[in-house]
């Protein structure tokens, strides 16, 4: 099986998103990924977090991250559309703002 990193993209961060939401949205919103996460089952290999805003490195030079990864999980999969596949429906994009998904890879390291 191939493992691949799913970076959760959204314009609005998730300390904002979570700062912002009720206790009972927060709940609700639990309750689609745990329900995300027994329709996935062992194709998960770390269901993963939320992330906080980062910095950007780039030739010595740090500013503040350019990008909004809200969060990550780690899959296994036969192939990358498989890994899609477990991603219809996916409680993420009802984050607000025009959230997004990207799928990526793991490569295997010769000799690792």
Same mark, same amino acid.
């Given at each position: ?8 993209? +959204? ?12 206790? !009972? ?53 036969? +192939? ?8 219809? !429906? ?23």
């Amino acid at each position: 099986m191939k493992k691949f990193m799913i970076l959760y993209l +959204s314009p609005v961060s998730a300390r904002e998103q979570m700062t912002h939401a009720s206790p !009972e949205q927060m709940q609700a919103g639990m309750r689609e990924w745990l329900k995300w996460r027994e329709k996935a089952g062992k194709a998960i290999v770390d269901l993963g977090a939320p992330l906080a805003s980062g910095q950007h490195i780039e030739a010595g030079k740090v500013t503040g991250g350019k990008l909004t990864i809200t969060g990550y999980s780690i899959v296994q999969a036969n +192939s990358i559309d498989e890994a899609v596949k477990l991603l219809n !429906e996916h409680p993420h994009f009802k984050m607000p703002g025009g959230a997004s998904i990207e799928v990526l890879e793991f490569v295997p390291m010769p000799g690792m």
